[in-house]
């Protein structure tokens, strides 16, 4: 039996946390340094990691870790229909047309207006239909990939594809799925050989974290939440160049909003707020990310030092206990402590040709729930985890 549609793995209407992969054409370092042609392409991770923050701040979507590579990136992503619900529709109206305005000026694209906003809201069928795309993880997936090929291409003065095809998706079905499979995207860079540790992992969910904390702040590349005046887009077409137009374009693009934010600021809070209602969707107000709700039950102190722990156990082998002081936060999940290890830097082993990623038991589940009697690699990580 093949792997689950799309429509099985995520549920439009339900909050689902899925991993996400997206491989450059051919495998190729487009994002790296190209050994071919002796080209550093590494600046365009930064294009990616901006247009991911960017899109953080408009769509239904909570970005939990991410990393990316020189040739792909990963990503682990929550839909969130329940927040896009809270929103007004004059909200989730000028959010769909600060990513999709609709008309060009030109090769530029306009800015949408006050006018633009109300006739979205006049329309209910297709708001309906955009309030189910802002918390659409393909719709996110598509937004992210689709201007990176545009840009990348533009500068090497080519056509066709960036990417290698559509993005391939793993559920995650539960927490312990979910500590192991963020600490294997945060540590990839390590796993590459490209850092030392965490701490060097730029690009990084991890390394944003880590700096966040010590206080570390960046020009937030959120979209300014604010449609312009119809006059005022009228007057600047009719009197202005559209070359001005595109400088004034690029610049807003670098600080729409003039903020500066914590480096991850963007991203959502690593640890759940035990004084909230899980049905609580802790809707965003400051406009840079969807929600302020968390996905791991430990502290972001805790994350690091097992994530640090984690990243210096290079070499193969099993039986490496961890240290007292962090077996609580793997034990508690029900994974055997001497494979946590293995757990992490095998991830691919364990789960790559699979549906999805988890305990033994939340694999199961979730194959039921596709109409599955199993999940493949279900008995293979039964191994990593205690009777």
């Known amino acids: 039996m093949g792997r689950p549609l799309r429509s099985e793995q995520i549920a439009g209407d339900e909050v689902s946390i899925v991993h996400a992969v997206q491989r450059c054409v051919r495998r190729a370092f487009l994002a790296g340094f190209d050994q071919t042609t002796g080209t550093d392409y590494g600046f365009r991770r930064e294009w990616i990691r901006r247009r991911m923050e960017a899109l953080a701040s408009v769509f239904g979507v909570d970005v939990l870790s991410y990393a990316v590579m020189s040739n792909h990136m990963h990503l682990i992503l929550r839909n969130r229909p329940d927040v896009v619900a809270e929103w007004t529709d004059q909200e989730a109206a000028i959010r769909w047309l600060k990513v999709f305005p609709g008309r060009r000026i030109e090769e530029h694209l306009g800015e949408p207006t006050e006018n633009d ?10 708001l309906a239909e955009v309030r189910r795309r802002l918390s659409d993880i393909s719709w996110f997936m598509r937004s992210l990939s689709e201007p990176i090929a545009r840009m990348a291409n533009r500068q090497d003065e080519c ?60 020009d937030s590349a959120a979209f300014d939440l604010v449609p312009v005046t119809t006059e005022q887009a009228g007057e600047e ?34 640890t759940l707020d035990g004084s909230t209602l899980s049905s609580d969707a802790e809707v965003n107000r400051s406009g840079v990310r969807a929600s302020d709700k968390g996905f791991l ?17 290079s070499e193969e082998g099993t039986g490496r206990t961890l240290p007292p002081s962090l077996q609580g936060l793997v034990s508690r999940l029900g994974i055997d402590l001497s494979m946590w290890r293995d757990l992490v830097w095998n991830f691919q082993h364990y789960f790559g040709n699979s549906c999805c990623a988890g305990s033994p038991n939340g694999m199961s589940q979730f194959a039921r729930s596709s109409g599955r009697n199993w999940a493949k690699g279900q008995r293979q990580v039964a191994e990593c985890f205690a009777a």
């Open 237 to 270: 077409r009719r009197t202005k160049p559209v070359d001005e137009l595109r400088k004034k374009k690029r610049a807003k693009r670098k600080n729409s909003t003039g903020k500066r934010i914590r480096r991850d600021g963007w991203l959502a809070p690593l």
């Open 159 to 218: 056509t066709g594809r960036f990417w290698e095809g559509r993005f391939k998706l793993q559920r995650i079905t539960d927490e312990a799925g979910l500590l192991a499979c963020a600490m294997y995207v945060d540590l990839n860079p390590v796993r590459a050989a490209m850092a030392d540790s965490p701490d060097q992992s730029v690009h990084t969910s991890g390394y944003d974290r880590i700096k966040g904390e010590q206080g570390q702040q960046i």
């Open 117 to 126: 906003v109300q006739m979205l809201v006049a329309d209910r069928e297709r």
């Open 297 to 313: 039950g430990i502290s972001l102190k805790d994350y690091c030092k097992l994530l640090r722990w984690t990243a210096k156990q």
